[in-house]
């Protein structure tokens, strides 16, 4: 078992594999890394200082005031290239997508 420290050391490690998935074009590698860092940051109920510092700030309507470890861009690229390679999670449920 996992002790918290262990824990937000794996979480930190996120970024890294998806900025190296992005540049070697593994798209839904890097949504994969976005998506789980997403769900473990909010079942552990990270204070909002590490929400930041990971997915970044943005006003109110949306708009991006700093970046985080998970670039908007990037990460909005990796969903649109899922999305055309059919390699969305609902396409995967169904049994779409690639094998």
Excluded at 20 to 47: E, I
């Amino acid at each position: 078992m996992l002790d918290s420290t262990a824990i937000m050391e794996k979480l930190y490690e996120l970024p890294q594999v998806f900025q190296l998935s992005m540049s070697d074009k593994d798209y839904p590698r890097a949504k994969h890394c976005y998506d789980t860092a997403r769900t473990v940051a909010v079942f552990l109920g990270l204070d909002e200082e590490h929400m930041n510092e990971l997915f970044g700030e943005r006003e109110e309507h949306g708009v991006v005031t700093r970046q985080g470890l998970f670039p908007e861009e990037s990460v909005q690229k990796a969903y649109r290239e899922c999305i055309r390679m059919n390699m969305t999670s609902e396409a995967l449920r169904k049994g779409g997508g690639r094998a």
